[in-house]
């Protein structure tokens, strides 16, 4: 009833897309989303307009020319056209005036790599890593926030980052950087890093 099966029931596998050019997906608790030839496509339960479960795909609105994006449980975050790091969704995960049904206004610019925790985001944009969403957990690298910020934020001593992820389902982001190495922060268990 979610749509994420493209309007089949299952139980699976069953074709639920097929577009020119497909590349990369992402599933969520509540989307998917791809990019093909034509650019970043979603379908679920997208939250946004009269009937918001959608079992065909359609274009993220003002997301034209978009390439990467990052899925998570109830967000999903774009890097649009022009560099800007965009989300959608509930909460401050999703960013300064994110909305269920539609974009945030850009978190960051200049951003090459998105990554979307279970209640966080980050970006990444000249080898500096930002991100927003609830700071419990150690979520935001130890930025100094009280609980939450719907504003990016940059993580002090974390410099010439070349690549992002984040656990889609948990508070744990890691980073790779220039030099081969591998920081990691968030909770893990019952300790922050």
């Known amino acids: 009833d979610d749509g994420l099966l493209g309007g089949d029931s299952g139980p699976g596998p069953v074709r639920v897309v097929e577009a020119a050019g497909i590349s990369k997906v992402g599933v969520g608790a509540e989307r998917v989303c791809f990019l093909a030839d034509e650019g970043v496509r979603c379908f679920g339960n ?9 079992s065909e795909p359609i274009a ?3 997301l034209e020319g978009g390439s990467e994006f990052a899925v998570a449980t109830n967000h ?8 800007a790091a965009r989300c959608i969704g509930n909460g401050p995960r999703a960013g300064e005036n994110a909305q269920a ?3 945030s206004n850009a978190l960051v610019t200049g951003a090459v790599g998105i990554a979307a925790g279970l209640i ?5 944009a000249e080898g ?3 991100c927003w969403g609830e700071a419990y957990g150690g979520r935001l690298g130890g930025v100094n926030v009280r609980s939450f910020t719907t504003t990016a934020r940059q993580l002090p001593d974390l410099e010439g980052v070349r690549g992002i992820s984040a656990y889609s389902r948990g508070s744990q982001t890691c980073a790779l950087l220039a030099s081969d190495e ?3 922060w968030g909770q893990t268990s ?3 890093h």
């Not at 966080?120 to 990444?124: E, K, N, P, Q, Y």
């Open 46 to 54: 997208l939250r946004y307009g009269r009937n918001p479960i959608r």
């Open 60 to 62: 993220v609105p003002r």
């Open 76 to 83: 999903a975050c774009f890097i649009d056209g022009e560099g």
């Open 101 to 103: 049904h539609r974009l």
């Open 120 to 124: 966080h985001s980050c970006a990444l």
């Open 128 to 130: 500096h890593v930002h």
């Open 182 to 184: 591998i920081r990691c």
């Open 190 to 192: 019952s300790t922050n």
